[in-house]
């Protein structure tokens, strides 16, 4: 199984300051179709999880801009440009190139 | 709207079964494979078992294999996860997720596994 591994697992951020996430995997997460399928998910408190970004860096619709994906290989990154009140939650990262999907442990992003 | 709706959830005694029931609406539901995800209370999130668009492969975690199992009527646009031999560690809020890439998800439904 792809281990996908994240860090922080804590980040304490000041409203209108950024966050950054980190997310490696195991193994690599080209597909045989030649896409990366690596996903963030927001998960606010007592909701379900809503998908962020996919393959890498593309936002879904209605999500702000100031959430930002990147990376490549082992390697990706969310980014958060000035955190806001509403941010706070858990963002997982997970790999959806090989089976079994596997998630990131999870980062707890809070407000100082 | 894309929506799913989760249902079937409990309390049951260590060793009995539920089956969870998940409602798509919105989408051409025989062009997706559908899955479920549990998240334990307070952990993070585990995927469990998956579905092909026409229900003929299905994928499990290998800490379910044997004794869940997931199936879909596409005449209904209904998925469902047959739980069987049910253990405490099964205790969990379950959520069913459309596609490969879960880019929809249900409110979940909660299980809970205890004598």
């Known amino acids: 199984d792809v281990l996908m591994t994240q860090s922080p697992l804590s980040l304490p951020v000041t409203l209108g300051q950024p966050a950054s996430i980190s997310c490696r995997s195991s193994q690599g997460l080209v597909h045989s179709d030649g896409k990366t399928y690596l996903n963030w998910f927001q998960q606010r408190p007592g909701q379900s999880p809503r998908r962020l970004i996919y393959?890498?860096?593309d936002r879904e619709s209605g999500v702000p801009d100031r959430f930002s994906g990147s990376g490549s290989g082992t390697e990706f990154t969310l980014k958060i440009s000035r955190v806001e009140a509403e941010d706070v939650g858990v963002y997982y990262c997970m790999q959806g190139t090989h089976w079994p999907r596997t998630f990131g442990q999870g980062t707890k992003v809070e407000i100082k | 709207e894309v929506q799913l709706l989760d249902s079937g959830g409990g309390l049951v005694q260590p060793g009995g079964s539920l089956r969870l029931s998940c409602a798509a609406s919105g989408f051409t539901f025989t062009s997706y494979g559908m899955s479920w995800v549990r998240q334990a209370p307070g952990k993070g999130l585990e995927w469990v078992s998956a579905?092909?668009?026409?229900?003929?492969?299905?994928y499990y975690a290998d800490s379910v294999k044997g004794r869940f199992a997931i199936s879909r009527d596409n005449s209904k646009n209904m998925v469902y996860l047959q739980m069987n031999s049910l253990r405490a560690e099964d205790t969990a809020v379950y959520y069913c997720?459309?596609?490969?890439?879960?880019?929809?998800w249900g409110q979940g439904t909660t299980v809970t596994v205890s004598s």
């Open positions: 393959r890498v860096s």
């Open positions: 579905v092909s668009s026409g229900g003929s492969n299905t």
């Open positions: 997720a459309k596609s490969a890439q879960f880019d929809v």
